[in-house]
């Protein structure tokens, strides 16, 4: 869940919800769940002495079970179903995994803001850093285990 405030974000999808609604969303683990996750944000936050980035902690800090449920029950919601899913996401090359993790996601921009220098040789060097520092922890060059997910289904049958 991506908002920076959950508690109102739950609100207010209690509030628009039709009678009988659904309410469908997941959120990722805790981050030491999630190796792919966690050796991105090491690796980035190792080139900054001060101030790092701090992205990766975002997506993988809302997690708790009894913490969401009780979000959502002081939203209005009643009949609440969580379910762990685990993924396992593959690549072929070490560096599309770095590309991925680098560009794909807002630590770009703040990588670019505390450090332009940093993305431009990334970029003009093949991404090799991250992607040679990926070859030497795991023997494979896949994504391996990204790590489970939490899915969770809120039914609102009485609103």
Same mark, same amino acid.
Not at 3 to 31: I, S
Not at 47 to 71: A, G, L, M, W
Not at 75 to 96: L, N, P, Q, S, Y
């Given at each position: 869940?991506?908002?920076?405030?959950?508690?109102?974000?739950?609100?207010?999808?209690? %509030?628009?919800?039709? #009678?009988?609604?659904?309410? +469908?969303?997941? !959120?990722?683990?805790?981050?030491?769940?999630?190796?792919?996750?966690?050796? /991105?944000?090491?690796?980035?936050?190792?080139?900054?002495?001060?101030?790092?980035?701090?992205?990766? &902690?975002?997506?993988?800090?809302?997690?708790? $079970?009894?913490? =969401? @449920?009780?979000?959502?029950?002081?939203?209005?919601? @009643?009949? =609440?179903?969580?379910?762990? =899913?685990?993924?396992?996401?593959?690549?072929? %090359? /070490?560096?599309?995994?770095?590309?991925?993790? !680098?560009?794909?996601?807002?630590?770009?921009?703040? =990588? /670019?803001? #505390?450090?332009?220098?940093? +993305? @431009?040789?990334? &970029? #003009?060097?093949? #991404?090799?850093?991250?992607?040679?520092?990926?070859?030497?922890?795991?023997? $494979?060059?896949?994504?391996?285990?990204?790590?489970?997910?939490?899915?969770? %289904?809120?039914?609102?049958? !009485?609103?």
């Amino acid at each position: 869940m991506f908002v920076p405030d959950k508690a109102l974000a739950a609100r207010e999808a209690y %509030r628009v919800l039709k #009678r009988d609604g659904v309410f +469908l969303f997941n !959120v990722w683990d805790a981050l030491k769940h999630n190796k792919l996750g966690e050796l /991105a944000h090491r690796t980035i936050t190792s080139y900054f002495k001060k101030d790092p980035p701090t992205f990766y &902690q975002v997506p993988f800090s809302y997690h708790n $079970r009894t913490e =969401i @449920r009780r979000v959502l029950k002081q939203a209005g919601f @009643r009949e =609440i179903k969580t379910e762990v =899913i685990a993924k396992i996401g593959k690549a072929t %090359r /070490a560096k599309d995994v770095a590309r991925g993790l !680098v560009e794909g996601d807002p630590v770009a921009v703040a =990588i /670019a803001k #505390r450090d332009p220098s940093l +993305l @431009r040789n990334y &970029q #003009r060097d093949g #991404r090799c850093n991250f992607a040679s520092l990926w070859k030497t922890k795991h023997s $494979r060059t896949d994504a391996g285990n990204c790590g489970p997910g939490l899915r969770l %289904r809120i039914s609102n049958p !009485v609103h």
